[in-house]
């Protein structure tokens, strides 16, 4: 079992920047890594992917603005969010799962809104 917390989330106004963590209990190392959100009344979407290798997906509203990365000794994943427009509001998920198998967990959330 691994225990994801996010922190970081909070309000700030258009064209800010904010800095997500995701801090796991254990390691991060076998897991693929994402962040997801969820805007009221909208269904929960993937951002950011960072896969086991390295490689990094991104889904195509914030790409260029936002950026994921990994401390693997410190088990942790984060989400760098420039240029934030109030459509990047919503509650920002962690996840870590590895695919084909019984492994995908998921954290508590945090909300980030941008006011315009």
């Known amino acids: 079992q691994v225990q994801l917390v996010e922190s970081g989330g909070g309000l700030v106004q258009a064209g800010g920047s904010l800095r997500l963590s995701c801090a796991a209990s254990?390691?991060?190392?076998?897991?693929?890594m994402a962040w997801y959100r969820q805007a009221p009344g909208k269904q929960r979407e993937l951002v950011a992917a960072i896969y086991r290798g390295g490689n990094t997906n991104y889904a195509d509203s914030v790409k260029g603005r936002f950026t994921i990365s990994r401390d693997i000794r410190k088990n942790t994943v984060y989400l760098q969010m420039n240029s934030l427009k109030p459509d990047d509001t919503a509650v920002y998920y962690c996840?870590?799962?590895?695919?084909?198998?019984?492994?995908?967990?998921w954290g508590q959330g945090t909300q980030v809104t941008v006011s315009s």
């Open positions: 996840n870590a799962g590895i695919p084909d198998s019984k492994y995908d967990y």
């Open positions: 254990g390691s991060i190392f076998s897991f693929n």
